[in-house]
């Protein structure tokens, strides 16, 4: 699936719930289906600078030369939004991730319903995401 395919089966799965109650609710149950973060990885090389709450993204280069994310928060709806960002640039080359126009954020209403500060967190998220992308082409390109 393409990261546009994924992005618009997001906005339908959000299309379907109307409150933002259930909304928060469905982004907090995202947030229970990230994989186990290692303990070892909340270290301060991992964690993102401008998050009200703590997250933490990993990334490691796989064989295939995509990306592969591990991600955490200690905030229920910032790990759910965490979530998301990872269903749709996980295991993705850094040309994808670095060329995807997120625009799942905006369509599902995250931006508007989100406070400041949780804002900037997600900025954050996203630009060290593709920190990690930006690094590992150039890696690739040494090689």
């Known amino acids: 699936m393409t990261i546009n395919e994924t992005q618009d089966e997001i906005i339908e799965e959000f299309e379907g719930l109307t409150d933002w109650m259930d909304r928060y609710a469905y982004i907090i149950d995202l947030g ?3 994989p186990e973060f290692p303990d070892a990885d909340k270290k301060p090389e991992n964690l993102i600078e401008g998050c009200q709450s703590r ?3 990993a990334a490691e280069r796989e064989g295939d030369g995509k990306i592969k994310f591990e991600a955490d928060s200690d905030a229920l709806i910032v ?3 965490v979530a998301l960002l990872m269903r749709v640039l996980n295991d993705r080359t850094p040309d994808e991730i670095l ?3 997120l625009y799942f954020i905006e369509k599902i209403g995250l931006k508007e319903h989100l406070s400041p500060t949780r804002s900037n967190g997600l900025v954050a998220m996203v630009k060290q995401i593709h ?3 930006k690094a590992f082409k150039i890696m690739g390109n040494v090689q």
Do not use: C, H, R, S
Request: proline content about 0%; aromatic content about 14%; glycine content about 14%.
């Open 32 to 34: 229970e289906t990230l």
């Open 55 to 57: 997250v933490w993204i």
């Open 79 to 81: 790990k759910g939004i």
């Open 99 to 101: 060329g995807a126009d």
């Open 131 to 133: 920190n990690y992308a």
